[in-house]
Nanobody, 122 residues
Framework: QVQLLESGGGLVQAGGSLRLSCAAS????????MGWFRQAPGKERELVAA????????YYADFVKGRFTISRDNAKNTVYLQMNSLKPEDTAIYYC???????????????WGQGTQVTVSS
């Protein structure tokens, strides 16, 4: 069982940056693939970025490539999402997710956080 707690969301102007953090409970954090999803009002939840347990495998959705970076610190049981050059269309609730298998993140997750709101003003 893994519990996930996001932080770092907020209101930022277009072009600005935010860093989301996700603290995970449990001693087996390093064995999980981690991801960030987002859901905007009226839209389905979508995968933003994913990271394998060893940080050797990464995925970025086309709409964030070159702007967002996912990383993890296994010593701190934490995964991050650095978001730069934010756009109003990035406004959404961002969810941290964990999965036993990396491929699971391409369609969902085994565990979810509660989400953190990111609002980008124009």
């Amino acid at each position: 069982q893994v519990q996930l707690l996001e932080s770092g969301g907020g209101l930022v102007q277009a072009g600005g940056s935010l860093r989301l953090s996700c603290a995970a409970s449990g001693r087996t954090f390093r064995s999980y693939a981690m991801g960030w999803f987002r859901q905007a009002p009226g839209k389905e939840r979508e995968l933003v970025a994913a990271l394998g347990w060893s940080s050797g495998t990464t995925y970025y959705a086309d709409f964030v490539k070159g702007r967002f970076t996912i990383s993890r610190d296994n010593a701190k049981n934490t995964v991050y999402l650095q978001m730069n050059s934010l756009k109003p269309e990035d406004t959404a609730i961002y969810y941290c997710a964990a999965a036993t298998y990396y491929r699971t993140l391409m369609r969902g997750a085994d565990y979810w956080g509660q989400g953190t709101q990111v609002t980008v003003s124009s």
